[in-house]
């Protein structure tokens, strides 16, 4: 029986020779496996990304990504027909193509949910790559173990929060890690309205949702969504997550943008009211609280955040560690 002879060039993410792995990890590789069917010819091919280099994921279970394979067909088998399935690590099958041989060469590929076994970064897909003859006699197979790693892609939307009426703005997606470059999608109340790295356009009359979906060069994407209010007003807070009641609590900060004319901030702890102005000072108690402002303009127009505070020691002077100090020592 003559050897037959393929190339295949496995392709795990959107482009070949992608930067994900180095380039000096490109290689030749051995057969890695057969099928038990007779007549079975081996499989010669080229590994763009090997099966031990990890592809960047966002989140696993949940996002796509692509195999593919081109084949050429230098023997004298005449091969007719190609298939891609790819399985999760528990065997299930979650992508599953064929085509057809044009000439010598077949492109056969598809998008699959990667990572569905575990739906962690340690997780891993199996690539599966066969060729029949016409008659179905004669096939040839390769495999390759899919890996990957977790995406460092980060993307968020910027731009003015409380545009005028009938206003002209633009809105920008600053995004980093990952592989460049990025494609960008995105889409105003569900609509699609862009795809470049800003979107421009006319405030109109009524609040609208912004979303951008930013994805890289091996299939990983972030969404970042903002909601503008038209002609609204809004509030922003910033001050410690975790404070000490030896040194007397925190202070936080509000921060109001839009509406007319004067601004109102009131303060509350636990919904009970704590004081008013553009600042808060204090203690919030031991244990977890929320501390809120409220913000409303001369009109009646109002908005609301809130932040999630811890509190270490008990105010009274029987447990007050100093930080780093986490608990009271046995003497009290």
């Not at 862009?194 to 990983?220: C, I, K, M, P």
């Not at 975790?242 to 943008?257: F, I, K, R």
């Not at 007319?260 to 102005?277: C, E, I, N, R």
């Not at 908005?303 to 029987?318: A, K, M, P």
Request: aromatic fraction near 10%; hydrophobic fraction near 30%; glycine fraction near 12%.
């Amino acid at each position: 029986m003559s050897r037959k002879l393929l190339l295949l060039s496995l392709v795990a993410v959107l482009q070949v020779g992608l930067t994900a792995c180095d380039s000096s990890f490109v290689r030749n590789c051995p057969v890695i496996g057969k099928d038990p069917s007779s007549n079975v010819y081996n499989l010669d091919y080229k590994l763009i990304i090997p099966a031990d280099c990890p592809v960047p994921l966002a989140n696993p279970g949940t996002e796509k990504k692509y195999a593919a394979a081109k084949i050429y067909d230098y023997g004298t088998v005449d091969f007719r027909y190609a298939t891609v399935k790819i399985k999760n690590s528990k065997g299930e099958t979650v992508a599953d193509e064929a085509t057809l041989f044009l000439g010598i060469i077949a492109e056969v590929g598809d998008e699959y949910v990667a990572a569905t076994g575990a739906k962690t970064f340690s997780d891993h897909d199996r690539g599966i790559f066969r060729v029949w003859s016409e008659d179905g006699s004669k096939t040839a197979y390769g495999e390759t173990k899919l890996t990957y790693q977790q995406s460092s892609l980060k993307t968020s939307v910027s731009g003015t929060r409380i545009p005028a009426p009938n206003t002209t703005h633009t809105w920008y997606a600053p995004t980093s890690g990952g592989y460049p470059a990025y494609s960008y999608q995105w889409y105003r109340d569900g609509n699609p309205v862009g795809n470049g790295s800003s979107y421009t356009g006319d405030a109109g009359t009524s609040n609208f949702d912004l979303r951008v979906e930013v994805t890289d060069q091996t299939w990983s994407t972030r969404a970042a969504v903002l909601a503008p209010k038209v002609g609204g007003v809004a509030v922003t807070l910033d001050g410690p997550t975790l404070v000490y009641a030896s040194q007397n609590g925190g202070t936080w900060n509000a921060y109001p943008q839009g509406g007319t004319g004067q601004y109102t901030l009131d303060w509350y702890l636990d919904d009970d009211y704590v004081g008013s102005g553009t600042s808060w000072s204090g203690y919030t108690g031991e244990g977890g609280h929320s501390l809120q402002v409220k913000l409303t303009d001369s009109a009646g127009a109002f908005d609301n955040t809130s932040i999630f505070v811890r509190g270490l020691g008990s105010g009274d002077g029987s447990c007050d560690p100093v930080p780093p100090e986490l608990t009271c020592s046995s003497g009290g």
